[in-house]
């Protein structure tokens, strides 16, 4: 009740002044009806307020939960990744765009977004049962090697999930450098060949990579 009396009285004094005031109070208010599981007047209050602030990452959040309790799955995707648009860290986001990714079949996406939820919120056991599922590390690492030579496309999602899997490991960060170069895609050759010298900053298979994919440019 609270606020919807402020939206009342803010809509009824409309001003330039006021409108990080009544964005928040639709926020607010969106929240509120949250919590009492009205989802369909809280996604109006949450789009209400991001027409006023379309950068509030929890806003979007927020609008995607309520869209999802609704089951308009194609306006929950959009509105995760407009969140992670404003905040590409946030372990909710992460986590649950992942969980989407994972029923549309595209693994190696979700396992960089559940692997960006495990480092953005340590100690949250969901992101990391996720992450864990797509495994077990040494699998995804021999079937990124095997496929090396023959498919560089599934070698790439084989080994971006090993990346995803185990950061740390430079075998994985070359194999994924290598399928990213194979597949003709410099750029990201380039960040996972200095992903590999970050690890091992002397790794001569790593430096002659980045040099062989940046030649020129």
Known sequence: GYYRKMVDLLEATPSKANEPLLESAYFYLGTALME????????????AA???????SDTHYALAVSLRELGADEGYRESLENT???DPKMPEANYDLGQVLVEEGDLASAAEHFRTS???APGVDKPADALNKLGPFEKRLAAAQRLAGSDPDKALVEARIAV?????????????AKAHEDSGDKTKAADSYKRALEIDEQNATAKDGLKRVTDGD
């Open 84 to 86: 992670l648009l404003f």
């Open 118 to 120: 495990v480092d953005a």
């Open 36 to 47: 009492q599981k009205d989802y369909q007047d809280a996604s109006g209050y949450f789009k």
């Open 164 to 176: 995803a899997l185990d950061p740390q490991s430079l075998e994985a960060a070359l194999v994924m």
């Open 50 to 56: 991001l027409r006023l602030r379309r950068d509030a």
